[in-house]
């Protein structure tokens, strides 16, 4: 089944690119993609994809397209182009950094430093945090941290091991502890952003931008928990890292729905229509498949999670995926985007296809993705 699954993205991947050259997936809200330009903080999971489809089958086709793809990300990062935010991790992991991973590609490598470098222009010193979006000093979003971005500082931590440098390395655990210390709740949720005063750094309150409401746990944010945290364990060995992780995971897997695929948030009333998240359960599965690397044969923990990622992902391929509508452009249904906003509540996302994938080929291969060297 899995080995199926990764034939129909391989296709559709190739057949995406063939009809939209130097094209990017952009979310609608009609059940398709938008092709456009690279403008905004997805991009990097289509190239990731490309990435994936040419280790799993070695054509030079898509080698050569991702390439192509990286002088784009390369301008853009030249330019300063829709790059006043976090997610600059998203961006040049999957595409940079994949270059330099899988083919050895040095202008990858200088390409993906250069990108650490803007990344650390959002480290806020007086409040030890990176800030998620806006300009600095911004009235509304000036003292804001998300969760996400625990999926973002990944760069920071590998330019560190790149140059030796502390400031990367610092800034990185700086963020990675705000994020558990208040963005992580006691019961093992989490909020999807937290505010600081701007001033001084003192903590303010916990909130949510995409979620159900301030206090509820919107299922995408707590997936980049259980990933985002697992790599921090990667990159440091801190135990508290990797608890934080499992912690994250068993929450998500005791709250999940029969078919185990999350609805959108956690607290929000279950009723005929309202939307999942299968982007959500796909990047939980990668972060489960993360943490099981940690663990031993005889874990506990690791037998859960080993269970949940084997229902999750068979729930995905047979009732979420669309190897059987070989004409769609998406690999998986039912992913949402930002639904109290009203922007792609039931809809194709580029990142849950990219993690689709990339689970899939964590689970045949062992091929993990682009957020850290492999040894």
């Not at 400031?167 to 700086?174: G, L, S």
């Not at 701007?198 to 931008?209: C, E, K, L, N, S």
């Not at 997936?223 to 890292?241: D, E, K």
């Amino acid at each position: 089944m899995w080995e199926q699954a990764i034939h129909d993205a391989v296709v559709k991947t190739r057949r995406n690119l063939e009809r939209h050259p130097m094209k990017f997936p952009h979310i609608t809200q009609e059940q398709r993609y938008e092709w456009g330009e690279s403008t905004d903080w997805i991009e990097g999971f289509y190239t990731g994809m490309v990435w994936l489809c040419y280790e799993h089958t070695k054509d030079p086709f898509f080698k050569e397209t991702a390439l192509v793809q990286m002088d784009d990300f390369k301008t853009r990062l030249a330019e300063r182009k829709h790059l006043d935010h976090h997610d600059i991790g998203f961006l040049y992991l999957p595409s940079a950094l994949a270059a330099w991973i899988v083919d050895g590609r040095n202008e990858g490598r200088e390409l993906a430093l250069k990108a650490a470098d803007h990344l650390m222009l959002r480290f806020r010193e007086g409040g030890q945090y990176i800030q998620a979006w806006g300009p600095k000093g911004d009235e509304k979003n000036g003292g804001r941290i998300i969760i996400d971005c625990m999926m973002n500082i990944p760069l920071l931590y590998w330019a560190h091991q790149q140059t030796g440098e502390e400031r990367y390395f610092n800034a990185a655990i700086a963020h990675a502890e705000k994020s558990r210390r208040y963005l992580m709740r006691g019961d093992d949720s989490s909020y999807h952003t937290f505010y600081f005063d701007q001033a001084d750094g003192t903590p303010v309150r916990g909130g949510t931008h995409q979620g159900y409401h301030d206090g509820s746990t919107w299922t995408r944010g707590q997936a980049w928990a259980i990933y985002g945290f697992a790599l921090s364990y990667r990159y440091t060995r801190n135990p508290l890292y990797l608890e934080t992780a499992k912690r994250a995971a068993r929450y998500f897997i005791q709250h999940l729905p029969e078919d185990h695929v999350a609805y959108w948030d956690f607290d929000v009333s279950i009723e005929a229509g309202t939307p999942r998240d299968s982007s959500a359960s796909a990047i939980a599965a990668c972060g489960m498949l993360e943490i099981m690397e940690f663990l031993a044969e005889g874990d506990t923990d690791r037998a859960l999670l080993n269970d949940a990622v084997q229902k999750s992902m068979s729930s995905l391929v047979r009732s979420y995926s669309t190897m059987q509508e070989p004409e769609e452009e998406g690999l998986i249904k039912h992913g949402s985007y930002y639904v109290r906003g009203g922007m792609g509540p039931d809809d194709y996302m580029v990142w849950g296809d990219y993690y689709y994938l990339e689970a899939l080929m964590r689970l045949t291969s062992s091929i993990p993705g682009y957020w850290y060297e492999r040894a």
